[in-house]
């Protein structure tokens, strides 16, 4: 017998139905084998057995004649290694392929998550943390969690890491990235393409090649880089905020911007005047994750029109 690949026949989505064999024939001849399974048949007898046929770097996969209760029949013209394999319970999930653009450095961040994860947040977050924008594309897929993906990109610079593992499927609160992108400077599309990807073995060569399957693929447009006004914008209107804060509840603003769980400590708040202040808010949070903090403390100190005022604005 011929020990199995377990993690690699995991990570194809297969699972060990009896053992590998290695026959050598001595004398005679021989036309038809018998090989011993475990497996629980339905009632109408339905299985998905397969026999695997290796010799030296090639397989075969064989179709079996017959399926009893105990073994496999399979019609054979010569020897070597033949074992059996069926499809392990596939335990994929409906899977997400979201992009995020950072425009400033030509740079995406391809996250795989869940389905059911709240796009919105997801994509709230990633404007608070650093300014963000979400690239529209289809992002439905079936992802297997734990199991390790590839993704390929052109024209791209870089992408790293070159393979990751999708550990993200029960990330519902940090949504991190598994690739970084690096695009070439005004890149206007992007073609992206995401695969099941499996590392080399002698017995993964023999049995199943380093075939990769492609789960997702997509023809991204990217939005062109122009002046943007928005960071302006923004600054402005947060100043004429702070503007309407007396010197004590400046003081108070600030107290909660170094209380919160992204804080701007409070070595950098101590002598900031309100222009100061907005700018260590726009520098942390970017432009528009600064007027949701700021909506935030105003609401927290009882500030609701000018809360309400910001959120029209």
């Known amino acids: 017998m011929v020990p199995w690949d377990v993690d690699f026949l995991s990570s194809k989505g297969l699972q060990v139905a009896g053992a590998l064999f290695r026959f050598h024939l001595l004398t005679g001849s021989f036309q038809r084998l018998h090989l011993p399974h475990c497996q629980l ?6 299985h998905f057995l397969s026999v695997a046929h290796v010799t030296g770097d090639c397989v075969d996969f064989i179709t079996p004649g017959q399926v009893t209760d105990s073994h496999v029949t399979v019609d054979i013209s010569g020897f070597s290694c033949f074992g059996l394999v069926t499809p392990a319970p596939s335990d994929q999930i409906a899977g997400l392929v979201l992009i995020f653009s950072q425009p400033t ?16 947040q997801v994509r709230k977050e990633w404007k608070r943390r650093i300014g963000a924008e979400y690239v529209e594309a289809i992002p439905d897929c079936e992802l297997i969690p734990n199991h390790t993906y590839k993704l390929i990109g052109e024209p791209v610079t870089v992408i790293q890491p070159e393979i990751s593992k999708f550990v993200n499927f029960r990330d519902y609160n940090n949504f991190l990235p598994s690739f970084q992108v690096q695009l070439k400077a005004g890149a206007t599309q992007v073609r992206l393409q995401l695969r099941s990807h ?8 023999w049995l199943f090649g380093n075939k990769e399957c492609e789960v997702w693929a997509r023809d991204i447009q ?8 928005q960071d302006e914008d923004a600054t402005l209107q947060l100043l004429q905020m702070l503007n309407r804060l007396g010197s004590e509840d400046l ?13 701007i400590s409070v070595s950098r708040l101590e002598a900031a005047d309100r222009t100061r202040t907005v700018d260590l808010m726009v520098q942390k949070y970017h432009a528009e994750g600064a007027k949701e903090v700021t909506e935030e403390i105003l609401r927290k100190m009882s500030y609701n029109q000018l809360a309400a005022a910001l959120n029209k604005s």
């Open 251 to 263: 003081k108070t603003f600030q107290r909660f911007l170094s209380l919160r769980t992204d804080p």
């Open 105 to 120: 450095n030509s740079t995406l961040f391809v996250l795989l998550l869940p389905r059911n994860v709240c796009l919105t």
């Open 198 to 205: 499996v590392a080399g073995s002698h017995l993964i060569g």
């Open 41 to 46: 048949l339905s009632d109408g007898g339905q």
């Open 222 to 229: 990217l939005k062109v880089k122009v002046l943007d006004l």
